[in-house]
Nanobody
Framework: QVQLVESGGGLVQPGGSLRLSCAAS????????IGWYRQAPGKERQLVAS???????NYAHSVNGRFTISRDNAKNPVYLQMNSLKPEDTAVYYC?????????????WGKGTLVTVSS
């Protein structure tokens, strides 16, 4: 089992910045990928950024160049630095972890943190 707790959301003006954190606990040794997803009202949840154990990063086109996913040397927590925020970035941001146990993959989600970009 893996538990994920997000933090760092809030209200920010357009053009501002926020840093989200995702703290993992439990069987963190089994995690292979951690990603940030977001879900705006009335829309489907979508991938924002992800990072693998090897440090490979992947970004959604809409945030590429503005958002950066990173982690410290202990691989925990995982951060999402969000710069040049736009109103369309408003959403609940969720942390997701994929863990592997032999051939099986398990998916875990945090409860989310709300980011509101508004003047």
């Amino acid at each position: 089992q893996v538990q994920l707790v997000e933090s760092g959301g809030g209200l920010v003006q357009p053009g501002g910045s926020l840093r989200l954190s995702c703290a993992a606990s439990g069987s963190i040794f089994s995690i292979t990928i951690i990603g940030w997803y977001r879900q705006a009202p009335g829309k489907e949840r979508q991938l924002v950024a992800s990072i693998t154990n090897d440090g490979n990063r992947n970004y959604a086109h809409s945030v590429n160049g503005r958002f950066t996913i990173s982690r410290d040397n202990a691989k925990n927590p995982v951060y999402l630095q969000m710069n040049s925020l736009k109103p369309e970035d408003t959403a609940v941001y969720y942390c997701n972890a994929v863990s592997r146990h032999g051939p099986a993959l398990n998916y875990y989600w945090g409860k989310g943190t709300l980011v509101t970009v508004s003047s």
